[in-house]
């Protein structure tokens, strides 16, 4: 069984008290991997490494050198491509495409795409006039945070994770990553190819464990952690901004959605299907960009419903690996719970199940795994728990609308504010809509289209700050403004 250790300072370490927990797989309930579990001394040993490190020779390299090395980092990502893949399958159960194609090409751009931007984005100059004519020169330079604390969710492991690396490294800062519990492996696999590549030890630490009383509460709380970046739940933010308000840290947020697909009837009709299907259950759903509320003009509604349901239907159960399969588990057995008891409540609240509704029939050797079926749902109100609550699965309510302006009061019937897709041939239409639906992300005749360079983050409860391009660089530096007398 593969053992898998905190990385701090350029080691891979067991923990000082030799605790650790099991990973077990989604796909088969197999314990695959036994994980270090940091400690409070732990913790501080890494954000210690972190801190000693922004001293060290790193602060020492040039722009430049880190674009190199952050271009090497990426490199080495794509050599140890199946490495990757293989760890990030073994961690989350998901289909081998979805690694290939989305998750670990990603986590490799990631580096890429902010090397860049530390490069190429210039920073602000003013000439201020003066009394005496001479004038003066403002201009802004920026300068790394310090040491930064990475809380990943175990969704979309290593992109997510590298969505914040990258960006912190590029800015000059060192890191102390603490990945979800449920999906360590790509993280620390990260740390041979720091090692490989030269990245000075003690830039880039990860510490494994839980959130409250674990390795999480740790380190939001380590005085010396200089700002927290965070994906995940709503409430764990709450939780960790508690812990930031304490040194008046700064925090980026990331966090849930209950986002509203929107298809009129003048929308091309094959690829609204092919894109809610896929926002829908992607990832079985667990996609914090994915739709759970579908809002559809009422001419096509009936003629939707069958066709998502034909969609939904069609899915491949198996192991990642499997020819054919496209579809994959929830991540854990308490995930399973809680979507499963939603798929109750619906019922309890009077839904019309279109399909699914539990748990699928799956060949013995996976019998242990956490399935579900993708589901649909239409019936319910406005204020029904699956309409109103993130669930976190692959599984959506569809419900009939007439105007624009209802749908846009549908939309935006929500405490969450972070993504919409829009289906519709009618621009002027998406347009007027896009700037009226309070979210981060709309996406039009499309969905998780990314452009890297964008600003990516949410409205209301799904997050504070925006990160990508320029804007995670406002995040990871500190702009210090020059004034020069002339
Ligand atoms: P989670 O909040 O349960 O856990 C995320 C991370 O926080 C884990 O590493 C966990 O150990 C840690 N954590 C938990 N409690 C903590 C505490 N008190 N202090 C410090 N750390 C703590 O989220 P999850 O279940 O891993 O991920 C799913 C959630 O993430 C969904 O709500 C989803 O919408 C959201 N998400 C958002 C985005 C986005 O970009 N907005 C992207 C992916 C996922």
């Known amino acids: 069984m593969r053992q898998v250790e905190n990385f701090i300072r350029g080691e891979f370490v067991a ?36 801190k000693a490190a922004l001293q060290g020779e790193w602060s020492t390299f040039t722009t430049n050198q880190r674009v190199e090395m952050l271009y090497e980092v990426a490199d080495e990502i794509t ?36 090397a860049d931007t530390i490069k190429n984005v210039p920073t602000e100059s003013f000439m201020l006039d003066t009394p005496d004519g001479a004038g003066a020169l403002n201009y802004g330079v920026r300068t790394p945070k310090g ?31 603490k990945p979800s519990e449920e999906t360590p492996l ?30 999480g509460a740790f380190l939001t709380e380590h005085k010396d952690v200089d700002a927290i970046t965070f ?12 812990a930031a308000a304490e040194g008046t840290r700064d925090v980026s947020f990331e966090m849930g959605g209950k986002n509203a697909g929107i298809v009129f009837a003048d929308c091309d009709f094959d690829k609204a299907i092919e894109g809610i299907s896929r926002s829908s259950f992607l990832n079985s759903g667990q996609v914090c960009l ?38 994959g588990p929830l991540i854990s057995k308490e995930h399973q719970n809680k979507v499963l008891s939603y798929y109750q409540k619906a019922v309890e609240d009077g839904a019309t199940v279109v399909t699914g509704g539990g748990v699928p029939e799956v060949p013995e050797a996976l019998k242990d795994g956490n399935w579900i079926q993708p589901t649909i749902w239409t019936g319910l109100s406005d204020d029904a728990a699956v309409v109103r609550e993130e669930i976190f699965g692959p599984c959506c309510h569809i419900r009939p609308f007439d105007t624009e302006e209802e749908v846009i ?37 499309s969905w ?39």
Request: net charge positive; charged share 25%; proline share 4%.
């Open 409 to 445: 009061g549908l939309a935006n019937n929500t405490d969450y504010g972070l993504a919409t897709t829009i289906w519709t041939k009618d621009l002027p239409r998406a347009h007027r809509m896009a700037a009226k639906i309070d979210v981060g992300i709309c996406w039009v005749n």
């Open 79 to 114: 050599r140890r491509f199946e490495d990757f893949v293989e760890a990030e399958m073994a961690d989350t159960g998901q289909p081998s495409h979805v690694m290939r194609h989305v998750f670990i090409p990603r986590g490799a751009a990631n580096f890429k795409i902010f």
């Open 147 to 177: 040491v930064i604390g990475v809380i990943s969710p175990w969704n979309a492991p290593f992109m997510l994770m590298t969505w914040k690396v990258g960006p912190a490294l590029a800015c000059g800062n060192t890191v102390v990553v």
């Open 231 to 242: 994906t995940g739940e709503t409430r764990t933010g709450t939780a960790i901004m508690k």
């Open 448 to 486: 998780f289209l990314r452009d890297l360079r964008t600003a990516f983050g949410g409205t209301k409860q799904s997050g504070i700050g925006r990160e990508g391009g320029v804007h995670s660089l406002e995040f990871y530096t500190e702009l210090r403004n020059v004034c020069v007398k002339l």
């Open 290 to 327: 994915g739709t759970e509320r579908v809002y559809v003009e009422r001419p096509i509604f009936d003629k939707f419903v069958a066709a998502l349901k034909e969609k939904a239907e069609a899915v491949n159960y198996g192991k990642p690996t499997d020819e054919g399969v496209n579809y």
């Open 186 to 215: 790509t993280s620390v696999l990260l740390g041979e190819v720091m090692n490989k590549v030269g990245v000075p030890k003690g830039v880039y630490n990860v510490v494994n464990g839980f959130g409250p009383d674990s390795a």
């Open 15 to 50: 923990a000082r008290d030799g605790k650790r927990f099991d990973k077990v797989s989604p796909v088969t309930g197999e314990v695959i991997a036994s994980i270090a579990e940091a400690g409070r001394s732990d913790v501080n040993e890494a954000v210690l490494a972190a």
